[in-house]
């Protein structure tokens, strides 16, 4: 599997997403249970869910999971509403988290999306509960190059280590300024939605992309996925909750690219040539 340096750790290239986990049937969510103890015992070691989802049942299916696994050896990322962002409830949104999860400490926390709450309150809120050893590190998601900008200036603002935004094939908006700010600064970047999210709803696939695939002897969405962790600076975190899929996107954590592979994908998908409004989920 190949590796990436993630909150300061080598790690696993893709992680785990868990976004509509614990919503079905007692089969379904044993299925998921099954999937992320598969992929730890796979070494994929991050794990990324949400309060959002499922209104905690996903943490609940990650509490689950991971029980009888040693907790340092892998990381887990959750996710407080805009709306708890403020000094108070990020700590109790947090401290509900921890439970639903069945650990003392979350590996990093991030801020879900913008809201009303001033950067500078949420920032002072999370540095208060990594103070307080609940969290290791802090960050956001769906920031463009500007709300970064933004962060960075307000006090320990510069101490944001991840954010993670839509990324994939078709969807590169990030690749203009976004991708290089962050490295520029190593605060690393996760790419959400390599499929464009469930039933591949955001996704705007061509049918060339099939023909790359099929030169390839590699599914479309094994292509998909080993597109977004090509350059080493991205790590990618699918959701799969059937074997088949978890199998095959594990698989595809290691399939390289020919430079006149990515320069076939790049005709059919073109990299941003300019600043566009970046896409969200
Ligand atoms: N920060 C944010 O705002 C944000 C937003 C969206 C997502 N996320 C995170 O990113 C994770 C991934 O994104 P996502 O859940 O939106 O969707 P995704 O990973 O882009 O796509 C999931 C869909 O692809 C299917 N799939 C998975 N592996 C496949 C394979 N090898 N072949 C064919 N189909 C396959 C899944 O089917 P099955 O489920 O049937 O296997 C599901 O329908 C989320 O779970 C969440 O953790 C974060």
């Known amino acids: 599997m190949k590796t990436i340096t993630f909150n300061h750790r080598e790690s696993s290239i893709i992680g785990m997403g868990t976004w509509r986990y614990g919503e079905g049937d007692l089969l379904?969510?044993?299925r998921e249970i099954e999937i992320l103890k598969q992929g730890l015992n796979h070494g994929i070691n991050v794990i990324d869910t949400a309060e959002m989802y499922g209104n905690g049942k996903a943490e609940k299916v990650v509490g689950q999971a991971i029980k009888n696994f040693d907790r340092d050896k892998f990381q887990i990322i959750s996710k407080f509403y805009p709306y708890h962002a403020t000094l108070e409830l990020i700590k109790e949104s947090l401290e509900k988290s921890l439970k639903r999860l069945n650990t003392d400490y979350l590996?990093?926390?991030?801020?879900?999306?913008?809201?009303?709450?001033?950067?500078?309150?949420?920032?002072?809120?999370?540095?208060?509960v990594k103070k307080a050893g609940l969290i290791k590190s802090w960050g956001v998601s769906n920031f463009s190059t500007d709300d970064m900008k933004e962060l960075a200036s307000v006090p320990n603002g510069e101490n944001c280590q991840v954010n993670e935004d839509l990324y994939n094939l078709t969807s590169r908006g990030v690749e203009y300024s976004l991708l290089p700010y962050q490295k520029e600064r190593n605060i690393d970047f996760i790419g959400y939605s390599p499929f464009g999210s469930d039933n591949n709803a955001f996704l705007n696939l061509k049918g060339e992309v099939g023909e790359v695939a099929a030169s390839k002897g590699v599914s479309i969405f094994q292509l998909l996925l080993a597109w977004c962790i090509r350059s080493g600076n991205v790590l990618s975190i699918p959701k799969?909750?059937?074997?088949?899929h978890f199998a095959a996107n594990l698989e595809a954590a290691d399939i390289t690219f020919t430079n006149d592979e990515i320069e076939a994908l790049d005709k059919i998908y073109p990299a941003p040539t300019h600043e566009t409004p970046l896409d969200s989920i």
């Open 28 to 30: 379904k969510t044993q």
């Open 107 to 128: 590996d990093v926390y991030l801020l879900h999306w913008r809201g009303q709450t001033p950067l500078a309150e949420t920032v002072e809120g999370l540095e208060a």
């Open 240 to 244: 799969a909750s059937s074997i088949e």
